[in-house]
């Protein structure tokens, strides 16, 4: 083994944990993002890493739309025990309640849209100035451009032609009051390095990541899970019960499922190595319209 | 197996295929999935193309899709089973330096494309100096649209060769040549049938196979410190990720800027303590003693310590809308501190086109300059040729919090003569009446040492009179008796210390001002100084003698006819000047003096290289700087 260089998952981890450092070492209020989904438990494992073996100096959020899966919950309330981590929720219920956002309605209803609401409202309350966030430019082509550091004006927008430039591994943080950052210290990950560095690092993930049996509604091509009174079928759409997992877990309104054997970290790593369909293929919300994601960008979404 | 990692850019003109070539990458290596194909499809239909534009795959933002160029640096990665690669795509438009610059700062590779059907390009030559101003240690010169000029052989040759006599004037370490075509998909991934008579590997083979971790420091241990950690009383920590080198328990450091010394304790991870960290790890270090360590501050090992100065010559991109401003003070981010500092001299800039330097009095988007940068509080560095990490800094403007600059610490700044205000007069050297400080005993002892006398002998004349062709021979000359040499000419005092100055009268001084320096060390270590320059003022001449005592300085004034010189042109220097090519070349559009009282002219024009020779040696003999031949 040549002793000068690291694998790649090596350097990728510590890119993000010198990410995470200067995160940690530039905010004084920063906050970890925390979904439920793979690669924010990947996020909360290379926290621990970058801050052991003191605590992870900062609390993770978590936006509940409500509509979320009940293993996702389970598994965070756990992870959070273990690494002794400080859990922050905010509900989108709340927003609903307080009038900040209007629900939609109809069978086709999501809430993934009023998370930002929700978001940005938990963001103010604790002054949070930087949150740091799971996404990677591998997912969406309006990523691929992000920086590590995104700088948000007061609104929490996203401008894409005032971002600034990334030169070696120097970060500006520097910043107006009001004024924040999103911070992507995974930002350089594949999802397949996700899933080596998943197995490599023996990192346990919910039980909706490996095939098993469900209950799907088959809608516009997208395979959502059945819940009753969130998502049900309607007109011509019929309820199966089908061998799936999921490939990321969100909203259970637009999160797709694919059929899948795949029972293992080997199998799944072996899947997505041939995989067809990207991941967010499998999300209804970016099928929108070609800008999608970039819209959502623009309006503070993750 | 281990999988590696190789962080590529890729630079091209907005027609070179850039995108393309992307897209083939990923598409032959199989990194597209179905729904991004799809997605390609549907936006190449509706904008009515013909076929499936694979660019679109790289082209990001919505607005860029509308006007059909790129406008920042776009990251994509695909992975093949040996290699994990990042590739950051730099588009070509106005805003390219920047974008390039940024692209750079992380590559181990470049590839710079060529469209076969244009040659090489302006904007071609452009994207070989940034790279290698960013020293980024491989270069791929990607010859593209192959399969547009019937594939031939002799158009790619023609290609290399003027890319080749191009690259010389370059510090590039590696350049690699390979004809493609992006869209056919030849020597891309698969090897192309069209070209036969390419034997060198694909791109894909090659990206696969160069060295990588090649650029990085593996010697000098620099870890800026990130974070201290202190969960309890007994334990107290120093997070960082090491820039450079490597570093064991029970090693010997020292701290940057207390300079207080320790011994290191523990190297920690989360999984267990470790043996041995290297650069581009991120680890915890804990030290025997309890010293006041934080954020910004640079651990290094004993004996192996990084320049310290407070003022720094550098080399600067300038990255902001907002124009340089002389007054102003700017944050300096370097490794994990941040001082405050303002531009105290800004030399000139560089035309990224032609290479050369230009006078300026302020530095736009995109400009590159080489400035002298005073901090508030001394840096402690690398030269960035030596270290891309602790070499490097960034420039943030206070009142925006934006990324102004990038930089590239080139050493402790000098005193550069001031090219931009003042005339030559000006600016000489305050201590023009320095006489010779008397009575050196080391310097006699080393005269004794190496039995015979130091002196500096000054050649003066035109380009192409034959300066350095007599010192050379002469010095082969001396040489032969036993007697100790220092040779010293344009060609080497430029490519070195003098790399920063170019050719105006104010440039010539400063030239001649430091080449004097030099000969006085030489000369005061005993050595016999031969000095080869053209030296066309009078009052520069005057100074280097006013260094040497009495009896040590031999002006020889080495005469031709400057039709001769013409004729003879070794270097192809007067052609260039005729043709106005070369501006201020002496003789032609500047100056030369001739001196009054040199101590010796020698016409080579006249007499041959040998007698010449014999007589210089004659003349130190008679003056007992050399004994007679013994």
Not at chain 2, 564 to 579: M, Q
Request: net charge negative; charged share 25%; with cysteine.
């Amino acid at each position: 083994m040549n002793t000068f260089i690291r694998s790649h998952l090596k350097q990728l981890e510590s890119e993000a944990i010198y990410i995470m450092r200067e995160v940690a070492a530039q905010f004084e209020r920063p906050v970890l993002l925390f979904s439920g989904g793979k690669d924010s438990i990947v996020m909360v494992h290379l926290a621990y890493k970058a801050f052991y073996p003191a605590p992870i100096p900062f609390p993770l959020l978590h936006v509940d739309t409500g509509h979320n899966f009940a293993e996702t919950l389970t598994f965070r309330d756990r992870l959070v025990e273990k690494i002794g981590a400080r859990l922050i929720v905010r509900y989108v219920q709340d927003s609903i309640n307080q009038g900040r956002v209007v629900e939609e309605t109809g069978p086709y209803a999501s809430r993934n849209a009023l998370q930002t609401v929700t978001l940005l409202d938990a963001l103010k309350e604790f002054k949070f100035e930087a949150a740091i966030g799971g996404a990677r430019r591998d997912e969406e082509k309006a990523r691929a451009k992000e920086r590590f550091f995104s700088h948000r004006d007061a609104f929490g927008q996203w401008d894409p032609k005032n971002q600034r430039p990334e030169v070696w591994n120097l970060f500006n943080g520097k910043k107006q009051p009001k004024e924040s950052f999103r911070v992507f210290p995974i930002s350089n990950w594949t999802e397949l390095d996700v899933w080596m560095y998943i197995k490599q690092e023996k990192i346990a993930l919910p039980s909706l990541y490996f095939s098993h049996k469900r209950d799907i509604v088959k809608r516009d091509g997208v395979l959502l899970a059945f819940a009753d009174g969130i998502v049900y079928p309607v007109e011509n759409e019929t309820v199966d019960n089908m061998v799936i997992r999921f490939r990321t877990i969100g909203d259970m309104t637009c999160t797709g499922a694919v059929e899948s054997e795949a029972s293992t970290i080997d199998d799944i790593i072996e899947e997505v190595a041939s995989a067809r369909i990207t991941e967010r293929g499998a999300r209804a919300d970016d099928k929108r319209s070609e800008a999608a994601m970039e819209e959502r960008k623009r309006q503070g979404y993750f | 197996m281990t999988i590696e990692l190789l962080r590529f850019s890729t630079a091209g003109s907005v027609d070179d295929g850039k995108s393309t070539l992307i897209g083939r990458l990923l598409y032959d290596t199989k990194s597209l999935f179905e729904d991004q194909i799809e997605a390609v499809e549907r936006a190449s239909a509706r904008r009515g193309d013909e076929y499936v534009d694979l660019a679109l795959l790289t082209d990001g933002l919505k607005a860029e899709r509308e006007q059909k160029i790129t406008i920042d640096v776009a990251y994509r990665y695909f992975a093949t089973p040996k290699r994990k690669f990042i590739i950051a795509d730099t588009p070509g438009h106005i805003q390219y330096t920047r974008n390039m610059v940024t692209g750079a700062s992380t590559a181990e590779l470049a590839i710079v494309l060529i469209d076969a059907r244009n040659g090489v390009l302006t904007q071609s030559k452009r994207h070989g100096f940034l790279a290698t101003l960013l020293r980024i240690p491989h270069l791929v010169i990607a010859v593209n649209k192959m399969d547009l000029v019937d594939y031939n052989e002799e158009i790619y040759n023609r290609i290399v060769q003027e890319y080749t006599e191009f690259a010389a004037k370059l510090e590039a370490q590696d350049i690699t040549y390979i004809p493609i075509s992006a869209l056919m998909g030849d020597n891309v991934v698969e090897k192309s049938v069209q070209m036969p008579w390419y034997d060198g590997p694909t791109l894909l083979h090659h990206l696969e196979y160069v060295n990588v971790g090649a650029s990085n420091n593996h010697v000098d241990f620099r870890y800026p410190v990130q974070y201290v950690l202190r969960p309890n009383q007994n334990f107290r920590g120093f997070a960082g990720q090491i820039a450079s080198g490597r570093i064991r328990p029970k090693e010997e450091i020292v701290v940057f800027p207390s300079g207080l010394e320790s011994t290191i304790k523990t190297v920690v991870t989360a999984e267990s303590n470790l043996n041995e960290a290297i650069a581009g790890d991120s680890v915890v270090l804990t030290l025997e003693d309890e010293i006041d360590i934080s954020r910004g501050d640079m651990i290094v090992r004993k004996g192996n310590l990084p320049q310290k100065s407070n003022e720094i010559d550098a080399t600067i991109c300038w990255m902001s809308e907002t124009p340089f401003n002389a007054n102003g003070m700017y944050w300096v981010q370097h490794t994990t501190r941040t001082v405050r500092a303002f531009i105290s001299k800004l030399n000139y800039k560089i035309d990224v086109d032609t290479m050369h330097r230009e006078d300026t009095k302020t530095l736009q988007l995109n400009d590159i300059g080489r400035v002298q940068l005073t901090t508030t509080e001394p840096l402690f560095y690398d030269r960035y040729a030596l270290n891309r990490a602790t070499g490097s800094f960034i420039l943030i403007d206070p009142t925006t919090n934006n990324t102004v600059a990038a930089g590239m610490i080139r050493g402790r700044s000098l005193q550069v003569s001031d090219l931009t205000e003042g005339d030559a007069e000006t600016a000489r050297p305050k201590s023009t009446n320095v006489v010779w400080e008397a009575g050196s005993l080391m310097m006699e002892k080393r005269e004794q040492l190496k039995g015979h006398k130091g002196a500096i002998l000054w050649f003066t004349g035109l380009s192409g009179s034959g300066k350095s062709t007599i010192a050379n021979k002469l010095e082969e000359k001396l040489y032969a008796e036993n007697v100790h040499t220092l040779f010293l000419d344009g060609d080497n005092m430029r490519h070195g210390l003098n790399g920063d100055l170019g050719f105006s009268a104010a440039d010539r001084q400063e030239n001649i001002r430091r080449v004097a320096e030099v000969a006085k060390l030489g000369l005061t270590h005993g050595n016999v100084v031969l000095c080869s320059f053209i030296s066309p003022y009078a009052r520069d001449r005057a100074f280097a003698r006013s260094l040497a005592p009495d009896g040590r300085f031999f002006e020889i004034f080495v005469k031709v006819d400057i039709e001769v010189a013409k004729r003879r042109d070794p270097k192809g220097l007067y052609a260039k000047a005729l043709s106005g090519e070369i501006k201020e070349f002496t003789g032609i559009s500047a100056p030369y003096e001739e001196p009054h009282q040199p101590e010796l002219v020698v016409e080579t024009d006249i007499d041959s290289v040998d007698a010449i020779v014999e007589k210089i040696v004659g003349m130190l003999q008679s003056q007992g700087i050399i004994s007679p031949k013994s």
